[in-house]
């Protein structure tokens, strides 16, 4: 009895390991599409509540199966020997429990996966409200989290009982027989729900990826030449709606080109066909001449970095964030990619320096610091193409100012492309692309684009108009006035104002 339990709890451990391992880099090769059209708590809940109960559910009740199994043949055997007449008798009723095993096997299977499905959906609920306590407290929403969490249990607990009153009939049923039947029934009734469980699991084990990374390209040298050819491009999960419509532009070695245009023109989408996380619908994004989906996986993300508006950083300490993705990276490596992003003279006074945990999501440092520690980690890998995507819209005055030296220190050293940033790089960038409706409405120099009159400058116009507007209610008393003359905007400022102070601030 104790060798056996103790052998089916070892293959119980065993086989809840390589299940969660299997199911986690399966869910790791998965295309980025998979991940927008799966909410996160449903994957967790594959991958922790089902993966656990199959192991737990399937490994105990073989045990008890094979033998209640055994037990019933020797009573079967006993039997026959004692009278094979009584025992056809008795094998009478076999083909009626096995009828109705089918039928209770099956609704017990069905009924399972809902209860998994709820249980992913009220995991769901809980996943994102602690995720985002703070705005659940700012609205002070918690008694509404509460009840969408206890609705959600409600609709699993009346899943329960109707599992409840089937197993109740199957055992009545199933126990005309004394042949260890009973408890082979019991046995039954866990193995169905192992397999209703795993069945949603084994979804995702045997979902292959729709855009695998299986290039094999690596080349030496890369110049960073970005050329979008003729790209058409819906995201999956609304493949009805174009967000890019033929795009072409070149980023060139050695340049910075800006992206701008109205909100939701289909600039951040430029990035993420960049980034080789989508497959345009058509047209081609060309790294050095090649198609970006032929390119290693590993290598066309060391070689293109991305630093975002809101940089995610793991609960880990500052080094493994700054070299992560990195195997036996240098602490040199790392402390020269701090000093280029402006990071190190604030990671040395941390209490443990560079072995100082972030917290979850980076919630010990600043927003400035996460984002020098962001553009560390982008520039440890070397890379040739650097893409700012809104990198300093979110930060104060003073944080954008010292992350914006630290783009500065570091862009004539790559092809760079910015996002919809601050006035004062967008005014210095070497091209200007105005994107709008997913088409390229204009592109060329500051100078040339303001020259023109078109949809650069008109957002330029707004954008000055609307922090001058607000200016005036925070700062009723300061001397700031408009005119207009020949269609363009001039501003009179008082002495005291700073024209590059103003520049600065502004932005589309």
């Known amino acids: 009895m104790g060798v056996r339990g103790g052998v089916f709890t070892l293959t119980m451990a065993r086989l809840n390991l390589r299940l ?21 708590g449903d994957i967790l809940s594959r991958l922790s509540a089902d993966t656990t109960q199959v192991s737990d559910l399937i490994s105990q009740n073989v045990n008890i199966f094979l033998r209640s199994a055994i037990k019933g043949v020797g009573f079967f055997i006993f039997m026959f020997k004692m009278s094979w007449k009584l025992t056809l008798v008795t094998v009478m009723g076999f083909p009626f429990i096995a009828l109705v095993s089918k039928v209770y096997g099956e609704y017990y299977k069905k009924m399972t996966k809902e209860v998994q499905t709820t249980l992913a959906e009220a995991n769901k609920v809980a996943e994102e409200t602690i995720s985002a306590m703070r705005t659940v407290r700012s609205f002070a929403n918690e008694g509404g989290e509460a009840d969408s969490y206890y609705a959600k249990l409600l609709v699993m607990f009346q899943l329960n009982k109707k599992q409840a009153l089937a197993y109740a009939c199957y055992m009545w049923s199933s126990s005309t027989s004394e042949l260890a039947l009973e408890s082979i029934a019991s046995v039954y009734t866990g193995l169905m729900q192992g397999v209703g469980a795993a069945e949603k699991v084994f979804e995702y084990l045997d979902r292959k990826p729709k855009h695998p990374a299986e290039g094999v390209d690596a080349p030496d040298i890369c ?45 951040s989408s430029c990035v993420s066909l960049l980034e080789n996380f989508y497959v345009p619908q ?23 970095a991305l630093v975002g508006q809101e940089p995610v950083l793991f609960a880990r300490t500052v080094k493994e964030n700054i070299a992560y993705g990195l195997s036996d990276v240098s602490m040199e490596a790392v402390v020269q990619a701090a000093t280029k992003a402006n990071a190190h003279d604030f990671i040395s006074t941390l209490p443990k320096g560079y072995d100082t945990s972030v917290g979850e999501k980076g ?37 954008e100012h010292i992350v914006q030296q630290a783009l500065n220190n570091i862009m004539q050293e790559h092809t760079v492309m910015v996002i919809a940033h601050r006035l004062s790089t967008v005014e210095k960038a070497d091209n200007i692309i105005v994107i709008d409706g997913g088409l390229v409405a204009e592109q060329g120099s500051h100078d040339e684009l303001m020259a023109s009159g078109g949809l650069y400058c008109k957002l330029v116009q707004r954008q000055v108009l609307g922090n001058e507007s607000r200016a005036e209610v925070l700062n009723p008393a300061e001397n700031i006035r408009w005119k207009s003359s020949s269609g363009h905007l001039r501003k009179r400022v008082n002495s005291s104002s700073s024209g590059s102070e103003s520049d600065s601030n502004m932005r589309y």
Not at 26 to 31: C, I, K, V
């Open 20 to 40: 969660r391992n299997h199911l986690f880099r399966t869910l790791m090769s998965q295309e980025i599409a998979f991940f927008d059209e799966n909410h996160t």
């Open 363 to 399: 919630t010990q440092l600043s927003g400035g610091q996460k984002q020098r520690v962001a553009i560390a980690r982008a520039l440890i890998r070397n890379p040739r193409v650097l893409v700012l995507d809104e990198a300093t819209s979110a930060l104060d005055a003073e944080s």
């Open 223 to 267: 110049t960073g030449l970005v050329e979008f050819k003729d790209i058409t491009f819906a995201y999956p999960t609304r493949s009805e709606t174009d967000i890019l419509k033929g795009v072409s532009f070149t980023l060139r070695p050695g340049e910075v080109t800006a992206l701008v245009g109205p909100s939701g023109s289909g600039k």
């Open 282 to 304: 058509q047209g081609h994004v060309l790294l050095d001449g090649k198609p970006v989906n032929t390119f290693q996986h590993s290598y066309l993300h060391s070689k293109v």
